[in-house]
């Protein structure tokens, strides 16, 4: 899943993102102007895909792809060569325009571990909608983190939405409960559930994770709900495990990368 911002916003991601394009993208790109031998073009191409936290796994999948594409079609035109590598990494990135559905109840679910941006995100996921027009409620289910709800209704406050909320030590399940019930009340066109971040290798916290959302499911099974993973994009391939954990516990519809302008290598948005 993806989010498609205006052009004014495009142009901060794209002043954000601009350590990555020149570590990442420039020197993959200058590979291809550099004479040197087959063998050297792909042992460098490799090399940089993996210190971009691309992965071993998939950079020897793009490589070998690529080199498919070389014996297929005999082209050794440069420019050509880049655009079709450049065409390749793009299509491994799915391209998916989210859409509110209209006259029903959308939930959109946030999860990660400590520290990854979860409560921010949502945040600026409530301005986003709030600004189109949306009616906009966020459920502070994060009942246990020192100041998670002052923080989160702080967001609710910049953002003009209204955050649904239990004081502190309290059962996220009742916090849900009542948010569903005032989203479903007030025709709310998106509820953001905002969860206590836990580490993914903690089985009774992910078993919470799975009872929140079997509460999403029976208490509003018409609703059009996702499941969104937020990540740091500067935790590398661990970001790719904590992805693969998650998912086995809970079917993961899309995820959130934060704090990429913080990072040159960005490759695991490709891994």
Known sequence: MAFLFKKKA???????????KENFGQTILSLFSKKQSEYDFFDEIEETL??????????????NQFKTYLNDNKI??????????????????P???????EN??????????NGVGKTTSIGKLAHLMKAEGK?????ACDTFRAAAVNQIIAWGERADVPVVKLEMGSDPGAVLHNALD?????????????????????????????????IILKKASDSHHETLLVLDAGTGQN????????????????????????TSKGGIVIA
């Open 10 to 20: 495009s142009r901060e991601i794209e002043r954000g993102l601009y350590r990555t």
């Open 50 to 63: 993996i210190m971009a936290d691309v992965g071993v796994e998939t950079s020897l999948a793009i490589i």
């Open 76 to 93: 050794h035109d440069p420019e050509k060569l880049k655009n079709y590598f450049k065409q390749s990494l793009l299509d491994m990135i």
């Open 95 to 101: 391209h998916v325009h989210y859409e509110l559905k």
């Open 104 to 113: 029903q109840l959308n939930i959109l679910f946030i999860l990660g571990v």
């Open 135 to 139: 009616s906009v409620m966020i459920a």
């Open 182 to 214: 005032s989203a479903i009340a007030n025709k709310v066109d998106l509820l953001l559930v905002d969860t206590a971040g836990r580490l993914h290798n903690k089985e009774n916290l992910m078993a919470e994770i799975e009872k929140l959302h079997r």
């Open 239 to 262: 970001a790719f495990v904590q992805a693969q954990t998650f998912h086995k516990s809970i079917k993961i519809d899309g995820t959130i990368l934060t704090k990429l302008d913080s």
